[in-house]
């Protein structure tokens, strides 16, 4: 199924099945994706990834489309990647080293996909993944923890070098786990969900294990000794009961770091999950408030939050789901088969603890997206959790690469094959959220003098008692002070603000109830 770029500008979804409160008014961007010709880089998806400046790093996955159903066809040896892989993005040209210059009890958890992975600094850790063991001559999920050294790496497979000296691994029980996902904040890292199968897929003699956790640990490494400790596990054997999600950093409204779970599968029922679960260092918090409706398998996803209005956007680029947009019938349909689908959808965590999610007038090129990467470009401004800072975004912005996963020529029973295309990732804020425009809409609160050199006074009226948060930020989004933030009653007010510490530059301060959202600028010249 192959959609037209023109039916769905400004349409309200509707369906037999979905509630239309889920569907609301377009988020404040655009997002857009411009091919790139002649990369001619290999296909691949549900692979381990690192990058370092201009270069990429892949590793593990697979070469071939959807893994097949009956048995001999699921997870072939000759279609798991027997390659290191970088990639110059700059001049696209690509380099391979072959995994067989390793040890076999090296190299086999590095041929696995589904493997669990985060790039810490200059180093990629990568835990478990599901593959064929050369020892015990069947596929397993591996209990490797493997320690990659970025760029001494890259540098390797750009000269043709040995890599062995960057690569070290322990083996732990805990850890053997596939189809989960990997993040971390802080110093903790979070090990999400996933599963145990040893043998082939599928037979009746393997095995499968739901792990049913939330797993915790640090990563002890000196650059020769590696190890896990402070472990620990939340179990949950209902919502945790998934694999194959989407997991994402969040920026809560107090600029502090979460994590968010998103759909997965299976329930008892076979259907995905819908509920999101969001993560922090105190606190699981599980919406059941919400049901996620598109992008219930693992996708790529790029993760956005506005300080201005204290929002989280989360856009899901494809992938598969129980839920696709039809424009013929333009309407928003449900399929037990969970078909491939090129649409493009936002999930928007507001400030107030509420959740939106929105179908977007555009669409992918091709039913790609699903085991697909976003790759951050690291030059947008971003929170040091790859988030990116969307109101410092004034104007069309490539914000990212949108690289391998699985493509489908049709959305159910088609031919499927490993994605090899590569796409930019383009955001543009709409106008609504430049300083002018957001000026326009907020008549009440004033600011005096401005210019300003030690002090400012800002008034504001309150029709109610309410909390009210003041809130000062520079020109890029980054708050810089919050001088209010308290209850207060009817009426007017005028708050004196010490700015003696604040330097010559454009400010925003944002006025902030229950009620009302006002943004104000002012300068301050010393």
């Not at 390797?156 to 070098?161: D, E």
């Not at 897929?201 to 002890?220: G, H, M, R, S, V």
């Not at 694999?243 to 995905?272: C, H, Q, W």
């Not at 129980?322 to 969970?338: P, V």
């Amino acid at each position: 199924m192959q959609k037209s770029f023109s039916c769905l500008v400004g349409f309200i979804l509707f369906s037999f099945n979905i509630s239309l409160a889920q569907f609301g008014n377009n988020p404040p961007f655009k997002v857009e994706t411009e091919a790139i010709a002649n990369t001619n880089t290999i296909g691949l998806h549900s692979f381990a990834f690192a990058q370092s400046g201009s270069k990429w790093l892949f590793i593990g996955g697979r070469t071939n489309g959807l893994h097949g159903f009956t048995l001999g066809t699921g997870f072939q040896v000759q279609d798991a990647n027997n390659q290191m892989v970088v990639i110059d993005t700059t001049t696209w040209q690509t380099w391979y080293t072959s995994l067989n210059v390793l040890p076999l009890n090296i190299a086999d958890p590095l041929r696995s996909t589904n493997m669990e992975y985060y790039q810490d600094g200059n180093y990629l850790y990568m835990i478990g993944g599901y593959g064929y063991d050369s020892i015990q001559a069947k596929n397993i999920t591996f209990s490797t923890l493997t320690a990659i050294h970025i760029d001494s790496t890259i540098n390797a497979v750009i000269s043709g070098k040995t890599i062995n000296a960057f690569i070290r691994q322990i083996t732990d029980s805990r850890i053997q786990v596939c189809g989960g996902e990997m993040e971390k904040v802080a110093n903790k890292f979070y090990l999400f969900f996933g599963h145990n199968y040893n043998g082939d897929y599928p037979d009746l003699n393997a095995t499968q294990e739901y792990i049913n956790q939330i797993k915790t640990f640090t990563i002890a490494d000196d650059g020769t000794n590696l190890s896990i400790s402070n472990y620990s596990a939340i179990t949950d054997s209902v919502e945790f009961h998934r694999r194959d999600l989407t997991v994402a950093p969040i920026v809560n409204p107090d600029e502090s770091f979460s994590i968010a779970a998103y759909a997965g599968v299976f329930k008892p029922n076979f259907k995905p999950f819908t509920h999101p679960i969001y993560v922090d260092s105190s606190s699981v918090f599980i919406d059941t408030a919400y049901n996620q409706v598109m992008s219930l398998y693992t996708c790529a996803r790029v993760p956005m939050y506005d300080s201005a209005t204290q929002n989280m956007y989360t856009v899901f680029l494809g992938g598969v789901s129980t839920n696709y947009y039809d424009e013929t019938t333009q309407q928003l349909l449900y399929s037990a088969k969970i078909p491939f689908t090129d649409d493009v959808t936002v999930l928007t965590k507001y400030a107030n603890g509420t959740t939106q999610e929105t179908l977007l007038p555009f669409q992918l090129p091709a039913l790609i997206g699903k085991n697909a990467k976003f790759i951050f470009n690291q030059s947008v401004s971003h929170y040091s959790n790859h988030v990116i800072k969307l109101h410092a975004l004034s104007q069309r912005t490539h914000v990212g690469y949108f690289f391998g996963g699985i493509r489908a020529s049709q959305p159910n029973n088609g031919v499927s094959v490993a994605n090899d295309s590569i796409y930019r990732i383009f955001i543009t804020p709409k106008a609504i959220n430049s300083i002018k425009n957001i000026e326009t809409l907020n008549p009440s609160l004033r600011i005096f003098p401005n210019p300003a050199k030690t002090n400012i006074t800002i008034s504001f009226h309150l029709s109610n008692f309410e909390h009210v948060q003041l809130t000062i930020y520079d020109v890029i989004g980054k708050k810089i002070k919050t001088p209010l933030d308290k209850d207060m009653n009817e009426g007017d007010y005028s708050i004196s603000i010490d700015a003696s510490d604040l330097t010559s530059n454009l400010y925003l301060c944002q006025l902030r109830t229950e009620s009302i959202f006002q943004v104000i600028r002012f300068t301050v010249i010393k």
